[in-house]
């Protein structure tokens, strides 16, 4: 039994050291799989990114650029990449054989994808070509093509942006210069450098003028429809075609705001598409350098023959809403354009501005003047142009403007009393200076709430005028009536005054109103009727004029009955009820 156990035992101890061998075999087999694996996924990778399968090589040496060519060009810039980067592959023998091949595939899709944009490209310069639908539906679809040239050939990208740069150039060059020259058959003419304010009406050769016709000419200095525009500033472009055909034709800031909506428009979709084609906003600088220069040179050549400052005014307005329009849209591109433009406008209007206000400091007295008490034209000029200013300056609140409309009616104050002081009755005086003050206020109402201090000062002066031409008009017919009353009424009637009012003083003043009284008065409707074209203001200067007769009669029946003995003159008194009457009867005529 002993020997058996001691048999077994050996035994045992003989499987112990086999198994234990077994084990470290084991162990060692699976570290070599692991090893294995290890090296198999590294080689599978470093074979895989090495490799140029043969139907990359098929696709991009003989089939179109499509989609299809476009993913396998991702698949050669990425293996392009990792050659260069990974250093595995850098130091590996494999490299040797590859890397011929690569260059020669990186230099055949070069070559195929710049002939295939600068093909793209030509496309653009076709006539009647829709650019934009172009750029985004064909051009957008291959800007892969773009970012390839830019990692793996700059010099053929910088010939494509140059292409394309030149490209654009010229054919927005052509367009606008075509649209502007469609633009320019449809310009209405408005002013000249002799429409302005304190020109006489038959020197400014109407008839000499056979280029528009003369309803056109109150656009000089009234802002009518043309106001308009402002609430148009951002609708389509004028189609000078269309515009031809209907044979309308359009002040200068209509065709001013069309050119500028087309540049706008123009301007957003070719900056977006250079930022998302070429990844570069910079370029649009250099694409619009040619449309630039073009659009300048009109300018340049219609601001110095401008003389319509209205338009002038108006152009500045639109400029002010194009910079908020692309505010809004986020684009910077057209900053530094619009407010260049804005900057030659400003000073041009202030010239114009101020040959009107030279115009009627300078103005001709002499001629300008006309036998007539009916508001001047000078006047109307004056009225409808600042009413226009005032009105258009709310939005925009420029108070260099409110300074310059107070310097014109300083002078327009100046030039209407020595219009007056022409006519040789200072009745005739009172009556041009309140017709018109009275059609400046109406039209400046008219134009809106905004009148101001302008308003309040025309008011002021047709307050005193017309104090002035009631006191007048009362003098002609109640003379002795009204010196009586200022000189004498006021008087203490008390008997040991130096020179007490007798019966006697009073009595011719009391039959001689009494006699004539409603005659005088239906003289008064009569010449206040002729003399204010305003029917509803000669009214109120009436009734002012009849309420202020009113006041005098009364001040003598006051006197007569503190007279000793007045009670004699009862008899010939007119009642106060009967003259109120009257008064009454001129007021409801209106």
Same mark, same amino acid.
């Given at each position: 039994?002993?020997?058996?156990?001691?048999?077994?035992?050996?035994?045992?101890?003989?499987?112990?050291?086999?198994?234990?061998?077994?084990?470290?075999?084991?162990?060692?087999?699976?570290?070599?799989?692991?090893?294995?694996?290890?090296?198999?996924?590294?080689?599978?990778?470093?074979?895989?990114?090495?490799?140029?399968?043969?139907?990359?090589?098929?696709?991009?040496?003989?089939?179109?650029?499509?989609?299809?060519? /476009? &993913?396998?060009? #991702?698949? *050669?810039?990425?293996?392009?990449? %990792?050659?260069?980067?990974?250093?595995? !592959? =850098?130091?590996? $023998?494999?490299?040797?054989?590859?890397?011929?091949?690569?260059?020669?595939?990186?230099?055949?899709?070069?070559?195929?994808?710049?002939?295939?944009?600068?093909?793209?490209?030509?496309?653009?310069?076709?006539?009647?070509?829709?650019?934009?639908?172009?750029?985004?539906?064909?051009?957008?679809?291959?800007?892969?093509?773009?970012?390839?040239?830019?990692?793996?050939?700059?010099?053929?990208?910088?010939?494509?942006?140059?292409?394309?740069?030149?490209?654009?150039?010229?054919?927005?060059?052509?367009?606008?210069?075509?649209?502007?020259?469609?633009?320019?058959?449809?310009?209405?003419?408005?002013?000249?450098?002799?429409?302005?304010?304190?020109?006489?009406?038959?020197?400014?050769?109407?008839? /000499? &003028?056979?280029? #528009?016709? *003369?309803?056109?000419?109150?656009? %000089?200095?009234?802002?009518?429809?043309? !106001? =308009?525009?402002? $609430?148009?500033?951002?609708?389509?472009?004028?189609?000078?075609?269309?515009?031809?055909?209907?044979?309308?034709?359009?002040?200068?800031?209509?065709?001013?705001?069309?050119?500028?909506?087309?540049?706008?428009?123009?301007?957003?979709?070719?900056?977006?598409?250079?930022?998302?084609?070429?990844?570069?906003?910079?370029?649009?600088?250099?694409?619009?350098?040619?449309?630039?220069?073009?659009?300048?040179?009109?300018?340049?050549?219609?601001?110095?023959?401008?003389?319509?400052?209205?338009?002038?005014?108006?152009?500045?307005?639109?400029?002010?809403q194009h910079q908020l329009i692309m505010s809004r849209r986020r684009i910077p591109c057209l900053d530094s354009y619009l407010d260049k433009v804005n900057i030659a406008l400003w000073p041009r209007f202030k010239m114009v501005f101020d040959m009107h206000l030279s115009s009627l400091?300078?103005?001709?007295? =002499?001629?300008?003047?006309?036998?007539?008490?009916?508001?001047?034209?000078?006047?109307?000029?004056?009225?409808?142009?600042?009413?226009?200013?005032?009105?258009?300056?709310?939005?925009?609140?420029?108070?260099?403007?409110?300074?310059?409309?107070?310097?014109?009616?300083?002078?327009?104050?100046?030039?209407?009393?020595?219009?007056?002081?022409?006519?040789?009755?200072?009745?005739?005086?009172?009556?041009?200076?309140?017709?018109?003050?009275?059609?400046?206020?109406?039209?400046?109402?008219?134009?809106?709430?905004?009148?101001?201090?302008?308003?309040?000062?025309?008011?002021?002066?047709?307050?005193?005028?017309?104090?002035?031409?009631?006191?007048?008009?009362?003098?002609?017919?109640?003379?002795?009536?009204?010196?009586?009353?200022?000189?004498?009424?006021?008087?203490?009637?008390?008997?040991?005054?130096?020179?007490?009012?007798?019966?006697?003083?009073?009595?011719?003043?009391?039959?001689?109103?009494?006699?004539?009284?409603?005659?005088?008065?239906?003289?008064?409707?009569?010449?206040?009727?002729?003399?204010?074209?305003?029917?509803?203001?000669?009214?109120?200067?009436?009734?002012?004029?009849?309420?202020?007769?009113?006041?005098?009669?009364?001040?003598?029946?006051?006197?007569?009955?503190?007279?000793?003995?007045?009670?004699?003159?009862?008899?010939?008194?007119?009642?106060?009820?009967?003259?109120?009457?009257?008064?009454?009867?001129?007021?409801?005529?209106?």
């Amino acid at each position: 039994m002993e020997t058996l156990l001691s048999g077994f035992q050996a035994e045992i101890g003989s499987i112990s050291a086999d198994i234990k061998v077994l084990q470290e075999k084991s162990m060692d087999m699976g570290l070599k799989l692991k090893n294995r694996k290890v090296a198999e996924s590294k080689l599978a990778k470093f074979v895989e990114e090495i490799i140029v399968p043969p139907r990359m090589i098929d696709i991009i040496v003989d089939e179109e650029v499509n989609d299809e060519y /476009l &993913r396998t060009l #991702e698949i *050669l810039s990425k293996k392009l990449v %990792v050659v260069e980067v990974d250093p595995m !592959i =850098k130091n590996s $023998k494999a490299l040797k054989d590859v890397q011929p091949e690569l260059e020669k595939l990186r230099q055949k899709a070069v070559s195929k994808v710049f002939d295939f944009i600068v093909q793209k490209l030509h496309a653009l310069r076709k006539p009647k070509t829709n650019i934009q639908i172009l750029q985004q539906s064909v051009l957008l679809k291959y800007k892969y093509v773009i970012s390839f040239l830019k990692d793996h050939s700059k010099e053929v990208y910088l010939e494509v942006r140059t292409a394309y740069i030149d490209t654009m150039n010229k054919v927005l060059s052509a367009h606008f210069r075509a649209y502007i020259q469609a633009l320019e058959k449809l310009q209405l003419d408005i002013a000249t450098s002799s429409d302005l304010i304190g020109v006489e009406a038959r020197s400014s050769g109407l008839f /000499l &003028r056979g280029r #528009e016709p *003369l309803k056109n000419r109150s656009a %000089v200095f009234a802002l009518g429809d043309r !106001i =308009k525009i402002l $609430k148009e500033v951002d609708e389509p472009a004028l189609i000078p075609h269309i515009a031809e055909a209907s044979s309308i034709k359009y002040p200068y800031e209509v065709l001013f705001r069309s050119l500028h909506k087309l540049l706008m428009d123009t301007a957003s979709s070719e900056y977006n598409f250079c930022d998302e084609f070429f990844g570069e906003q910079s370029m649009f600088y250099e694409i619009f350098a040619g449309p630039f220069a073009v659009i300048d040179e009109y300018f340049n050549s219609i601001l110095p023959n401008s003389y319509d400052a209205i338009g002038l005014m108006l152009m500045i307005l639109i400029i002010h809403q194009h910079q908020l329009i692309m505010s809004r849209r986020r684009i910077p591109c057209l900053d530094s354009y619009l407010d260049k433009v804005n900057i030659a406008l400003w000073p041009r209007f202030k010239m114009v501005f101020d040959m009107h206000l030279s115009s009627l400091r300078n103005a001709n007295v =002499k001629t300008l003047w006309e036998d007539d008490v009916h508001p001047h034209y000078v006047m109307r000029r004056y009225v409808e142009f600042t009413a226009s200013l005032i009105h258009l300056n709310v939005e925009y609140g420029d108070g260099q403007l409110d300074l310059n409309l107070e310097r014109l009616r300083m002078a327009i104050d100046d030039l209407l009393i020595k219009l007056a002081k022409a006519f040789t009755k200072a009745k005739s005086q009172t009556v041009f200076l309140i017709n018109n003050y009275d059609m400046t206020i109406s039209v400046l109402k008219e134009a809106g709430p905004e009148g101001g201090k302008i308003l309040v000062h025309f008011e002021d002066l047709l307050k005193s005028n017309t104090a002035l031409f009631v006191e007048e008009l009362l003098a002609e017919h109640f003379s002795s009536l009204i010196k009586f009353v200022k000189t004498r009424g006021s008087e203490d009637l008390s008997s040991n005054s130096d020179r007490p009012i007798t019966v006697a003083e009073v009595e011719p003043l009391v039959k001689d109103f009494a006699s004539r009284w409603k005659a005088a008065i239906e003289l008064m409707h009569k010449d206040v009727i002729t003399s204010f074209s305003n029917f509803l203001c000669g009214m109120e200067i009436l009734r002012a004029a009849l309420t202020q007769l009113l006041l005098y009669y009364t001040r003598l029946t006051d006197c007569i009955k503190r007279i000793v003995g007045g009670s004699a003159l009862n008899k010939d008194l007119v009642s106060i009820s009967s003259i109120m009457y009257e008064i009454r009867k001129y007021s409801r005529t209106f």
